[in-house]
């Protein structure tokens, strides 16, 4: 029990090397809980995504100093996880509830004449919609451009003009 207290401590203040113990044992926890959540936690970055990173982040972080107790920081992080699970379930069974916790694409561009509201509303400059041209390896004068999106996950995404 002694060497449990030395390397893992109880309450405040919690030394360098019981920090760093138990910044070992949540990175091990934080992975598994990771591993549920699934891919899409750290992959594509939709806000439901975002939720999850910054959520975990906070809670993880107070097991770490001990600013809570342990074992209700991993119970809350594992229930957000499998809360997002649940809402990435949710979403491939029902487009209305994708769109309503993450929204839908908004059209930047199409018919040869870019959407100033619907750029406004994204927040969007023209140069973003000229960048994402440029790296879609395509010509600055949008001869060749059908539509520019601002996906649910901020990528703006460039669609080229069929071939006649």
Known sequence: MEIIERYWGSGEPLSSLQMGCRGIVIFIIALVILRISGRRSFGVGTPL???????????LSRAITGASPFWPVVAASLMIALLHRFFSWCKVYSEAFGKLVEGDKIV?????????????????????IMQA???????????QVSRVYMERNGNITVVRKQEQ
Request: aromatic share 4%; no cysteine; glycine share 4%.
């Open 133 to 143: 041209v440029r790296e879609a390896q395509l010509p600055e004068d949008m001869q």
């Open 108 to 128: 930047l561009y199409e018919n040869n004449d870019f959407n100033a509201g619907n750029m406004s509303r994204a927040q969007v400059a023209r140069e973003d």
């Open 49 to 59: 995504d975002n939720i999850v990173v910054i959520l975990l982040g906070a809670i």
